[in-house]
């Protein structure tokens, strides 16, 4: 097996499918100016197996390096453990060579299990180690069909009282500047709220969604807007909830276990089976607030991995 770092063209041009969108040439040509420069690199045996791409920044060669999570692109998702096992020795010859450290972080197995199984095997042998495990949290949309049965009784009384606050629920449209400015101005006043940082710009998020599928939700009582969601459709049977929700003031009327409710209602009309709802730690360390409010809506946890070398 060689590796050979391509243009961007050679890369896209490799892969029929790229089985997450962060993964794509599109997504990382948008986000090019976060790094110093792209390595676009394919893994080839007789034929191309694998590729990845690499931002460089202060370094390093990060994977993703404007995402959420990043990792190897495969041809197909029954790729040998030997190509994969290459590859990552490659990797670490491509390290050295270049004196450049390497961090790639992995996405959750929903995504490809079995192949995302083989790479954390692969990553946990080689001399790449494991940097932090964050907990990852996400809804099945079969589950909503049973949905009070999944969550606990706290849970259930919240949903109820949700029910009886005269919510209104409305998905807009994600081509109209002024909805998606609706949605996040609600996303903003949050985030200000609790301290968080708001890490995409309106800006950022009307460029996004030239290249990434997007839906955008809004809850309303009164007439005011109260929460919203923003969603992110990044593989074929999985969306991501970027950002969501609400205002100061709201808190005691659930107006999150309805946003969560009518979100997972949306879907589960679908074919999405996957809402990945994003973790619930950074590097790391958990936020106990976000865990139990994920979990007391019907969330599953899995395992996020990030390896450097």
């Known amino acids: 097996m060689e590796l050979s770092r391509v243009s961007a063209k050679e890369y896209k041009n490799s892969f ?9 040439v599109e997504f990382s040509e948008l986000n090019s100016d976060k790094c110093e420069s792209l390595h676009y690199l394919l893994f080839i045996d007789k034929k191309v197996r ?33 190509y994969l096992e290459k590859a990552v020795k490659l990797l670490e010859d491509y390290a050295s060579k270049t004196g450049f450290l390497i961090k790639i972080s992995l996405p959750p197995s929903i995504y490809a299990p079995s192949f995302i199984a083989k790479e954390i095997g692969i990553f946990e042998r080689s001399r790449f180690g494991v940097q932090h495990i964050d907990l990852n949290y996400q809804f ?15 849970a259930r009384k919240n949903l109820h009282n949700s029910f009886k606050q005269g919510f209104g629920f409305e998905k807009l449209n994600s081509e109209s500047i002024t909805d998606v400015e609706r ?44 929460a919203a969601a923003q969603v992110f459709h990044v593989a074929a049977d999985v969306v991501q909830v970027i950002y969501w929700g609400d205002v100061p003031g709201y808190t005691e009327l659930r107006a999150m276990n309805y946003l969560a409710y009518k979100v997972f209602e949306y879907y589960a009309a679908s074919k999405i089976r996957w809402i990945d ?8 360390i958990p936020n106990y607030g976000l865990c139990e409010f994920k979990e007391n809506i019907g969330c599953s946890v899995s395992l996020k991995y990030t390896f450097s070398l």
């Open 16 to 24: 029929d499918v790229v089985f997450h969108v962060f993964n794509t």
């Open 183 to 226: 949605v996040y101005d609600v996303i903003r006043v949050n985030r200000e709220s609790k301290g968080y940082p708001l890490r995409m710009s309106l800006q950022n998020v009307l460029n996004t969604i030239k290249v990434i599928k997007a839906d955008f939700f809004i809850l309303t009582h009164n007439a005011k807007d109260v």
């Open 50 to 82: 694998l590729g990845i791409v690499l931002g460089e920044r202060e370094n390093m060669l990060l994977s993703p390096f404007s995402a959420p999570f990043g990792g190897f692109t495969f041809v197909k998702s029954n790729t040998r453990l030997e």
């Open 277 to 284: 709802i994003g973790p619930s730690s950074e590097n790391g």
């Open 140 to 154: 099945e949309t079969r589950d909503f069909f049973s949905y009070e049965e999944c969550i606990d009784r706290s």
